[in-house]
């Protein structure tokens, strides 16, 4: 069984810094992480689910949603089976939960995810 588990959020005042991480554990050396492109979104309280970034397989694209504006990096190690987001320059508007799924995303590999609060 596949879990992600994300972690690094935090409370921070605008224009700070936060590093996500997405942990991933059950998968196999037939379906390994390494083969799967991944992503991170975000949700707001009483919104929908918002996509923010993705990366390819082996780590070398990546995509961002055009509010993102170059602040943050996606990432990935394979070796450790962690990907990554670092955020800067956060926004209030950056306030949400941040999850990692797969891309396309599966409905088994959603996990806790973790809060980002960002205060003006």
């Known amino acids: 069984e596949v879990q992600l588990v994300e972690s690094g959020g935090g409370s921070v005042q605008s224009g700070g810094s936060l590093r996500l991480s997405c942990k991933a554990s059950?998968?196999?050396?037939?379906?390994?992480?390494?083969?799967?492109?991944m992503c991170w979104v975000r949700q707001v309280p009483g919104a929908g689910l918002e996509w923010v970034s993705a990366i390819n397989a082996g780590g070398s694209s990546a995509e961002y949603a055009d509010f993102v504006e170059g602040r943050f990096t996606i990432s990935r190690d394979n070796a450790k089976n962690t990907m990554y987001l670092q955020m800067n320059g956060l926004k209030p508007e950056d306030t949400a939960v941040y999850y990692c799924?797969?891309?396309?995303?599966?409905?088994?590999?959603w996990g806790q995810g973790t809060q980002v609060t960002v205060s003006s």
């Open positions: 059950g998968f196999t050396s037939l379906f390994a992480f390494s083969d799967y492109a």
């Open positions: 799924n797969a891309r396309p995303t599966r409905v088994d590999y």
